[in-house]
DNA sequence: ACAATTCATTAATTTTGTAAAGTAAACTTA
DNA sequence: TAAGTTTACTTTACAAAATTAATGAATTGT
């Protein structure tokens, strides 16, 4: 049932999101020239080793023509490789160089990240933990009707 | 301390807000031509009453040169109303049109709202009383730094 | 009175994305 | 095997939503 409760918290998480996003990109700056996006690829690149630009663009929620584009940057500061399949010659296979998984692991560690610092300063180990509980059904919401 | 978890729930918290955010902007096409700001902005004002460009834009987290854009905007639509202040003729006080304010209410009741669906469909009782929690140390992440 | 500040707006630009069209490779099918 | 279709990705043109810079008008401090 639709309760008034569930109603305002609709309301109230799309705002919380739509603001915090602000707050990120403001932070971002840390150094490299990378958007959000591209940074969130560079981590998703990281983490499971070689991807399609299609694979990549579901995962991110962003078209494959807004991909190319990313890839295109990432590949001019050197942080990827592609690589054209074998079998499909349309395919090309995308991984971190060297350089660019440096760059992961520098930035994950770099002590001026703004949001390590708001997380750790501002919530209670009670809230982080709620936090890290909370990313399940968050990601539920990201994966929500993508068939 | 900085533990590994800490780290890794950084990242992950990224990742998903700004990947989320995209969702809701795919999906906030719900008739009226808002976009999730301006959306956030009508909400502010329903629930604030009156409040100044200045304090708007602080709230939302974006410069008062845009919120002037935004409040441009909601006034052609018939959104919102300007009422300059007697005591200083530099502020103008913003606040919600009897329109405006139906709009708030009728977009709140609506049944095709995604975000709505998303949680309710996605989300065990459990998660959702999970979100309704993480909220507040969402929240602070959102007001953190802002002197 | 006048310099500095504040509040809001307008204008130009940047960032970040989409949509449409193009290219090439790989299927399908007859 | 040749024609038509689909798939994978890229390029180009454009739009949305924000920023920075410049302007104007009202207020405050000295």
Redesign the interface.
Same mark, same amino acid.
């Given at each position: 049932m639709?309760t008034q409760?569930?109603?305002k918290?609709?309301? %109230?998480?799309?705002?919380?999101?739509?603001? &915090?996003?602000?707050?990120?990109r403001?932070h971002s700056v840390t150094g490299m020239a990378l958007s959000?996006?591209e940074?969130?690829v560079m981590?998703?690149l990281y983490n499971e080793g070689e991807l399609l630009p299609n694979e990549l663009a579901a995962?991110? +929620?962003?078209t494959t023509q807004s991909m190319s584009q990313i890839l295109n940057h990432l590949a001019e500061l050197g942080y990827i490789k592609r690589r054209s399949s074998k079998d499909d010659k349309r395919k090309s296979f995308i991984s971190l160089s060297a350089k660019g998984a440096s760059v992961v692991e520098q930035v994950?560690?770099e002590k001026d990240?703004? &949001? @390590? %610092?708001?997380?750790?300063?501002?919530?209670t180990q009670e809230?982080?933990s709620? &936090? +890290? +509980?909370?990313?399940?059904?968050?990601? +539920?919401?990201?994966? @929500? %009707?993508d068939e």
């Open positions: 639709a409760s569930d109603i918290l609709v309301a %109230e998480m799309r705002t919380t999101i739509t603001r &915090l996003v602000k707050k990120l403001k959000l996006t940074r969130s981590e998703l995962k991110e +929620k962003i994950r560690h990240n703004w &949001l @390590y %610092e708001a997380i750790t300063n501002a919530c809230e982080i709620l &936090l +890290k +509980k909370a990313l399940v059904p968050l990601n +539920k919401l990201v994966d @929500y %009707e």
